[in-house]
């Protein structure tokens, strides 16, 4: 067992219902989802819902090794979450991005452990991660020679996808200057398991996306729910359409994941 996998993680547990995770995306954490709008279960009623910040985000230590950040290392600490705080309950799993990719690894392992999956903009996975990588790759080396807050006014641009609410409140990567360069090359190294797996899930899943965003294609989560059995897709193309996103995953868990085979929009 690595330093890394000895150190707790940064967590909170809020409400009162059913068991959720909810985990966010890379470079990302709770602090930074709470100011962002990114919290996809704020508000709602019924759940009992743990969040954590991801190995080197947030409050959580980390370190200099890129196989802590890969999705299996981030897998397996989710896997130790669930047993601290809900045993051998089966929950229902809420995901971001890097945080559905996680999920997604680790309900290829455990799908027991899953009631449903909720996963919001899932990243580039397969024949979309090549390039995704070099851009990683390009990212850890400037992280290193400028550092984040540097590295982050450098590179900032404005959105692309008309679902992203350009007055939101800019925020740095809420990851140390000495991980953040790990972070990036784990992600850069890491990837789904094959198709093959993925369409063995058979839980309900509800995949959340939005248009023109090349480090959230729309053509991955077109291509999950052609994968999974149990899935329906739905495309927000306004920022008044993703702060619906709360409700909508409430909804779905409240559910029980029923309509998941509704189709795609």
Not at 95 to 112: I, K
Not at 119 to 140: K, N
Not at 198 to 220: G, T, Y
Request: negative net charge.
């Amino acid at each position: 067992m690595s330093a890394a996998e000895k150190s707790s993680l940064a967590r909170d547990v809020r409400g009162e219902g059913l068991p959720v995770v909810q985990l966010h995306g890379l470079s990302s954490s709770r602090r930074r989802e709470d100011l962002t709008g990114g919290d996809l279960t704020a508000g709602q009623s019924g759940l009992r819902v743990l969040r954590y910040d991801a190995r080197g985000h947030g409050l959580s230590p980390g370190s200099g090794d890129p196989r802590d950040y890969t999705w299996p290392a981030q897998a397996a600490d989710l896997r130790r979450q669930l047993d601290e705080v809900f045993g051998d309950q089966s929950v229902h799993g809420v995901g971001r991005s890097m945080g559905t990719a996680t999920l997604l690894t680790a309900a290829t392992v455990e799908p027991g452990r899953f009631s449903t999956l909720t996963l919001a903009i899932p990243p580039t996975v397969w024949q979309w991660r090549r390039d995704q990588g070099r851009l990683y790759e390009l990212g850890a080396r400037q992280v290193e020679r400028w550092g984040v807050a540097r590295w982050s006014e450098l590179t900032r641009r404005p959105p692309t996808s008309p679902a992203i609410d350009p007055d939101a409140p800019v925020t740095l990567p809420d990851v140390a200057d000495e991980w953040l360069p790990a972070a990036f090359r784990g992600a850069a190294a890491t990837d789904l398991p094959p198709r093959e797996d993925i369409a063995r899930l058979s839980m309900p899943v509800l995949v959340l996306a939005w248009p023109q965003d090349a480090s959230h294609p729309l053509e991955v989560a077109r291509e999950l729910v052609e994968l999974l059995p149990n899935a329906r897709l739905e495309v927000a193309h306004s920022p008044c359409e993703v702060a619906q996103w709360p409700h909508t995953v409430a909804t779905f868990i409240r559910g029980g994941g029923a309509g998941g085979l509704s189709g795609s929009s």
